[in-house]
């Protein structure tokens, strides 16, 4: 099943020699063949580019019928006859620029629509699209080839860089977001944190006066929210992937290049480190320090630092050997009962 | 205390005699009596109908001041004497169609408002709503009686069948979605999954070429997000329930009439079996089969396949009996030391 | 680093002893001394108020070059030598109080924008604003001085109270709001429950004939959602706090005061008591009551009620120290293997 034009237009045809130079694969087998779509190694055919990358799926190579198939070296030996091996030691990263030249993303017409709302002191770089129902507030500067998306709302003085895409529905106050970064839809960015002094006679607001600095190339996800700084800032470096509905709450600080999957909640005040890696639905307590390069599993909860590094699971979090010891020791007693 | 009538229009009066025709219930006791609301056990009065069905409110069954309650028959003997009894083997079921016949859904106006911005080259079935501010993108086909609610965003080719309804504020695109599905305000259907390539250096984004299918009769609850595929599709079969807050990564594959309770996170290619039922805030790792009626227990979480009709428990998840098991050995070792 | 005037404006400069006099704070040391902003301690200078609250921040104190700092009495000590002590009992309360002086929240210029739709038959009382693509239904009452920001959407007949916010994209129907409350952009309060009769042919629809009821000085979170009651109100007592992507089932009612941090999930039919807390991404079964001021910790899973004041952890729940002493033995026995 090759990819819905409807949505993604037609293919742009590629042969195998070409796109193996444009990945850096070495070809093993026919090179004239001419891919013209991309398919799991299940479905593909002839005509369609596969890779293999996960080993779950590796069982599947050798019934595969796709025309060429991205993967490592060690498994080039069992493609199958009628297929061209793509030989690359980061098959799945190639595969994700041979498939940008397959189907190249839909560059937006630039153009404030009739039906949005820019406000007379908001300034919009060349190249922008502002969609419909889309609200940019006064003194927000929006940069070159920037997207509004239908029905989302800039507030006051926010900065967008260039090329930035904020997805429909989404909202940004009190935010400075550095070029090509990505809020998909429903994404809620700039809101004062959750900050009051408890009292037995009712609760005292703190007014947030810190702001939301985001790096370039990050992604944050559908319906993710992350609060502005309660007087420091809420600071998301360059390259972090943040997945859906999470929560970053004020003043928290992740670093280059992290990754944190989707539901996922990060208190107020925590560091996560450059490259640091959060499971789905992990929690972390406010005020901790994640290491750099650390790998929290799925569901953790985290209540002290973790050191650069480590692997943690648990709630609470443990390294994750000791973790595993206490299961097993725990299902060997059940047993014995 | 009846529905407010600012929200629900006023009752349509019913005789107990026609309530019990409509629903398939055997009369026990005044057959003339008009019912003119519904209520809780504990608060109606003469002109409601209540109903019991979760044993856990049992005992407030014989102090109950309702005209009528809808009960199975073991609970008959228990109605007070005032009280009308209306007995069939699915009460709650029977209750859903009563209160629809005393309170039927308003049926909304057709028509685009002014302030909606329809794209020229979308279709529109006859019957269809489009509210203020809610944007309809080219090529979006919107089938008949469909209702587009104030703000929601639907994309460029996106397909609606008949009946379906977009709450306030949704966004769906790249997603053809079938008859009588609702998404509730705020569900986001359709957005690119989270799909990189992850490297030391940076993480380079894979391309999303697959689309969104949901099938007939599927609610999707507010702020739930669906991703699309990112080749293949994410599928949602015919009658799913999911609640709000909901994350369905890419690839997903949930099967007809399964029910997934608030804040889960279903992650990419995982697939859920025909009626089965995950309880709040469980997480399902990547790649993963839950087998057709399985029932996985409140905050859970998969790290493995699960059987056909197995119940699990814990994280990760165990057979329900061996976790609870496990939880009794730990209680009773703490209390020995 | 003072808060960015772009989002905050200027401060208004403040004495030391006006701030002390206002916020019932004892000064110690230069009374003269004018502040004009507001900085943690760490990063705070002559011209800045900062605050010590959390005795992890303790070891900046001496360090710290800010002008004046709010503190609690044993910490008055340990002040450097250029700085003013502002002592009191509550110092984040007496900081919160201050810094609404330095910088009073902008007043929002009333108005109805003309890309906003209001229903003719909507009321609006004096000094109400509502933002581009903002909408209100037909027999809304919005308060006076009520704000309703950009892209939110205000269902028929819902009533908010005077000085009511409702963030961007927000989305409220079925709902009568209290004075000051306010919603955070994303939040959806109103939809249907979550509530179905299941049936292995299909689940059918409970009509949802309930309301939400939300009292004064309520704060709900972005992206937080709270499911209308099904025949019963959903309801949320006077002062209540409610972070960020936090789900309410349909008739949950929560006491005044209480505290419900990011991504719980309190399922249909509970009680929260007055002044409880729930503490990050916990969740909390169906028809369950959880006790006045209790207190549950993060990502506990509740399956049974919790007594007024108790401590709670983990999941299922149990009281703290006995979970605390399953944590250690079973730590214990993991190294004797």
């Given at each position: ?5 409807r949505?993604f237009?037609?293919?742009?045809p590629?042969?195998?020699a070409?796109?193996a130079?444009a990945v850096g694969?070495?070809v ?7 891919i ?7 479905t ?7 890779f293999?990358?996960?080993p779950?799926?590796?069982a599947?190579?050798p ?9 490592s070296?060690?498994d ?6 009628g297929?061209?091996?793509l030989?690359t030691?980061?098959p799945?990263?190639a595969?994700a620029?041979a498939a ?5 993303p839909a ?14 002191a908001?300034t919009?770089a ?10 940019v507030g ?14 989302a709302?800039i ?7 260039a090329?930035?895409?904020v997805g ?7 935010a400075i977001?550095g070029?090509?970064?990505r809020l998909?839809?429903?994404a ?8 009051f002094a ?11 006066l810190?702001r939301v600095l ?11 929210c ?6 420091p ?5 360059d ?35 450059d490259f640091?890696?959060l499971?789905?639905?992990v929690?972390v ?12 599993a ?5 209540m ?6 480590a ?6 979090a443990?390294?994750i050997?000791?973790f595993?010891?206490?299961i097993?020791?725990l299902?060997?007693?059940t047993?014995?009962?």
């Amino acid at each position: 099943m090759a990819p819905d034009p409807r949505f993604f237009g037609p293919a742009q045809p590629q042969t195998v020699a070409g796109l193996a130079a444009a990945v850096g694969a070495e070809v093993q087998g026919e090179v004239a063949r001419v891919i013209t779509g991309v398919a799991a190694l299940s479905t593909a055919g002839p005509g369609d580019l596969s890779f293999l990358d996960n080993p779950r799926y590796r069982a599947q190579l050798p019934e595969t019928r796709a025309g060429a198939v991205l993967l490592s070296p060690k498994d080039a030996p069992a493609v199958p006859a009628g297929t061209t091996a793509l030989v690359t030691g980061e098959p799945y990263r190639a595969y994700a620029r041979a498939a940008d030249l397959l189907y190249p993303p839909a560059e937006p017409e630039p153009g404030v629509h009739p039906a949005a709302v820019v406000d007379e002191a908001a300034t919009l770089a060349p190249g922008v699209r502002v969609e419909a129902c889309a609200v940019v507030g006064p003194g927000a500067e929006i940069g070159e080839n920037a997207w509004i998306e239908a029905g989302a709302v800039i507030g006051p003085s926010v900065v967008l860089g260039a090329g930035v895409r904020v997805g429909a529905g989404a909202s940004v106050s009190h935010a400075i977001i550095g070029p090509r970064s990505r809020l998909y839809p429903g994404a809620r960015v700039g809101q004062d944190g959750f900050g009051f002094a408890m009292g037995a006679g009712g609760h005292t607001k703190v007014p947030q006066l810190g702001r939301v600095l985001i790096g370039a190339d990050v992604e944050i996800g559908a319906n993710t929210c992350i609060d502005r700084g309660a007087g420091p800032d809420t600071v998301i470096g360059d390259g972090v992937w943040i997945d859906n509905l999470v929560q970053i709450g004020h003043n928290v600080v992740v670093g280059r290049g992290a990754v944190i999957v989707a539901q996922c909640g990060v208190s107020g005040s925590s560091r996560v480190g450059d490259f640091a890696a959060l499971g789905g639905q992990v929690g972390v307590a406010g005020h901790l320090t994640i290491g750099a390069g650390a790998r929290v599993a799925a569901q953790s909860g985290l209540m002290r630092d973790v050191p650069p590094g480590a692997e943690v699971m648990g709630s609470p979090a443990l390294p994750i050997r000791r973790f595993m010891r206490q299961i097993a020791t725990l299902a060997r007693m059940t047993k014995d009962t």
